[in-house]
Nanobody, 119 residues
Framework: QVQLVESGGGLVQAGGSLRLSCAISGRTFSNYAVGWFRQAPGKEREFVASIRWSSSGTYYGDSGKGRFTISRDTAKNTVSLQMNSLKPEDTAIYYC????????????WGQGTQVTVSS
């Protein structure tokens, strides 16, 4: 089992920044990718970004390219998502996921953290 706990969500004005963090614990996840997804009301969950734990290779979905940066801290076992120039359409619940797929690391999920961007 892998446990994922997200933090860092909140309310921010358009143009602002937020940094989400995902704390990882449990069985070895060195062969996993850890990533971020988001789900807005009435929409499907979409892939934002992921990072390969062993190589630190990064992968971005369309929603994560350009303004978002994913990184990991192996000492703290955390994966962060730096979100800049936020827009109201970035409003969603952001989920941390871990798994074997780079573009859908969804074997394990966190509980999610709400991000709200006001206009």
């Amino acid at each position: 089992q892998v446990q994922l706990v997200e933090s860092g969500g909140g309310l921010v004005q358009a143009g602002g920044s937020l940094r989400l963090s995902c704390a990882i614990s449990g069985r070895t996840f060195s062969n996993y990718a850890v990533g971020w997804f988001r789900q807005a009301p009435g929409k499907e969950r979409e892939f934002v970004a992921s990072i390969r734990w062993s190589s630190s290779g990064t992968y971005y979905g369309d929603s994560g390219k350009g303004r978002f940066t994913i990184s990991r801290d192996t000492a703290k076992n955390t994966v962060s998502l730096q979100m800049n120039s936020l827009k109201p359409e970035d409003t969603a619940i952001y989920y941390c996921g871990a798994g074997t797929s780079n573009y859908y690391p969804g074997n394990y999920w966190g509980q999610g953290t709400q991000v709200t961007v006001s206009s």
